[in-house]
């Protein structure tokens, strides 16, 4: 039998989180449910959940610091934002700062649903409430100067559209390793720690459009 997905649910709201434990159980196994920031790096640290579902404003610690603080232990849980604030500048941060997906929570479950299952494949999701918004604060900057290779931008091309990199080993018929060197070596290059900031970089010199 195929492993259920391992979900932790962070938020406040005592009646949110009744009606999000619902929802989540249909498709999920929910291994937790926390109402504030300290408590979900505790869960995450005894629990190990696959995805990490939490709202930003939470008490004690916020959603976003918590975020940090699970980047910082290493944490291979996915997170995805489950906020009331359609704030592009929010958005823009938690990303930067490693967030997998965020939804507002005047959407539909099934929207919830989608980011969770995109986040499990590796990709990023986004609500298309505020994409647009977003990805101009991605794109203000001036990327760095970084000489690419032509292998290196058919890579990132790839890591841009959302691929996992057995997915891109296969198309450019290299092996898994050799993707995942050229990886790194654009990140090292960059000054980079995430695929997020990754594909920000990608948006930023054209290489693909979000």
């Keep these: ?60 610690l916020s959603g976003l610091e918590a975020l940090r603080r699970l980047k910082a232990m290493r944490s291979e849980a996915k997170v995805i934002f489950l906020t009331m604030h359609a704030d592009a500048q929010l958005a823009t941060e938690a990303f930067r700062a490693g967030v997998s997906g965020y ?30 918004d977003v990805i101009a604060n991605f794109t203000e900057t001036t990327p760095p100067t970084v000489k690419l290779t032509p292998r290196q931008r058919e890579v990132l091309r790839l890591i841009a559209e959302g691929r996992r990199m057995k997915e891109i080993a296969a198309i450019l018929e290299l092996s898994t390793r050799t993707v995942e060197t050229h990886k790194y070596e654009m990140m090292r290059g960059l000054g980079v720690e995430s695929t997020a900031e990754l594909v920000r970089y990608a948006v930023q010199i054209g290489l693909v459009n979000r």
């Design 1 to 60: 039998m195929k492993r259920r997905t391992k979900v932790l649910l962070a938020d406040d709201h005592a009646i949110v989180a009744q009606g999000l434990a619902t929802l989540l159980k249909d498709h999920f196994d929910l291994v937790g449910t926390v109402g504030n920031g300290n408590e979900l790096i505790d869960a995450a640290r005894k629990l190990r959940p696959d995805v990490i579902v939490a709202d930003i404003a939470m008490p004690v």
């Design 103 to 132: 939804v507002l929570k005047q959407s539909a479950g099934e929207e919830l649903i989608a980011a969770i299952r995109e986040a499990l494949q590796g990709r990023t999701y986004l609500t298309p409430l505020i994409t647009k």
